[in-house]
């Protein structure tokens, strides 16, 4: 059982809104239709029909409220706080695939136990409008940090590397004094080229902005040679384990190869864990999961995995994402009145 003194940090889960009226063209259903079926088969079995799901597709192409997502969390399993991250498909969902408005709200109903991170698209419709609008999710909103993804499916793709487009927003998010951009690399949720979400464009930004932390989201997955390669190498990465941590579901050895060549390649302190909640369900049976892993004494003498700590654990859960956004846990277990 999940020890109650550990502090469990959601990275990320988000307040979709999956609904026809958010369509951007007449063929965006072709993307929600692949992303919805992908997830479907990682929510624990069982889950849908425990919340009354009976169409796993249907039930989820729809916008999503804070009554909803905060039950999931906050109800439903031990998340002490989650981070509300934006994301700015703009090309296939007029509003993004999680509303900025949305994640603000969400952030509002639950201020105690959310952080807000905005999101920008440099190609929707400019960079001078991304750069006002990074202001004013910071000022007005309490942006603490920004998404962005880069990959599109109409020709307006941009790389993470490029002076004249990126660099001008992790300027901007420096002066606005954020440490922290996150980027949805790999596990495509449209049909944009999969080239364009490798991560190997995260690097030279790493490089050249070496007080701010990069955080790639999925492992970059099927780029995970290509991630692990990089965040050794670059101390201001962090990898997210977004879109991987209801892995176990359907394939726990493949999950322990990935969390076990991350402990031996990259170490513990730059690994955060994050839900995807609602579209991966309850995160509740994955957090469970997570803290009674091992890593088999087969993959041990295999590869050189170190096996995985109660330590090593409450950092990836909660401890690190404490730390990136300077949430004192001792003094935020007393204002939500947890136990010490």
């Known amino acids: ?14 307040m979709y809104d999956n609904s026809d009226e958010n369509f951007a063209r007449p063929d965006s259903h072709l993307d929600r239709l692949g992303q919805l079926r992908r997830v479907a088969k990682r929510r624990p079995p069982g889950q849908d029909a425990a919340y009354g799901i009976k169409d796993p597709i249907g039930d989820f192409a729809r916008k999503w409220t804070a009554e909803d997502l905060g039950k999931l969390l906050f109800e439903d399993s031990c998340t002490d ?20 408005k949305a994640q603000h709200a969400f952030a509002e109903a639950f201020p ?9 698209d440099p190609s929707y419709p400019s960079l001078s409008a991304a750069l006002d609008e990074m202001e004013h999710q910071v000022r007005d909103m309490g942006a603490v940090s920004f998404k962005f993804y880069n990959a599109h499916i109409d020709g307006k793709s941009w790389r993470c590397d490029d002076p004249d487009i990126a660099y001008p927003m992790y300027q901007k998010a420096q002066d606005l004094g954020i440490k922290v951009v996150q980027f949805h690399k ?29 955080a790639i989201h999925h492992l970059a997955l099927p780029y995970f040679e290509e991630t692990v390669y990089i965040a050794s190498r670059f101390a201001n990465i962090a990898l997210v384990l977004s879109g991987v941590m209801n892995m176990p579901v359907v394939a726990p050895w493949e999950f322990k190869t990935y969390v076990g060549r991350l402990l031996r390649d990259v170490g513990a302190n730059r690994i955060l ?3 995807e909640t609602p579209l991966l369900g309850n995160p509740q049976p994955a957090i469970e999961w997570f803290w009674n892993m091992e890593i088999d004494d087969e ?25 990136l956004f300077d949430i004192d846990i001792a003094a935020k277990k007393a204002e939500l009145g947890l136990a010490g």
């Open 1 to 14: 059982m999940l020890n109650d003194d550990v502090f469990v940090f959601d990275n990320v889960a988000h």
């Open 81 to 100: 706080m989650v981070m509300a991250q934006a994301v700015p498909l703009f090309d296939v969902y007029t509003d993004g695939f999680a509303p900025v």
């Open 112 to 120: 105690q136990r959310t952080l807000f991170c905005g999101a920008v």
């Open 186 to 214: 790999g596990n495509p949720i449209t049909r944009a080229s999969l080239d364009d979400l490798r991560p190997v464009d995260v690097q030279q930004a790493a490089m050249d902005f070496p007080d701010m932390t990069f």
């Open 273 to 275: 864990y994050g839900s």
């Open 299 to 323: 993959l041990q003498d295999r590869f050189g995995f170190p096996q995985i700590t109660d330590d090593d654990k409450r950092k990836i859960l909660g401890e690190n994402q404490a730390r």
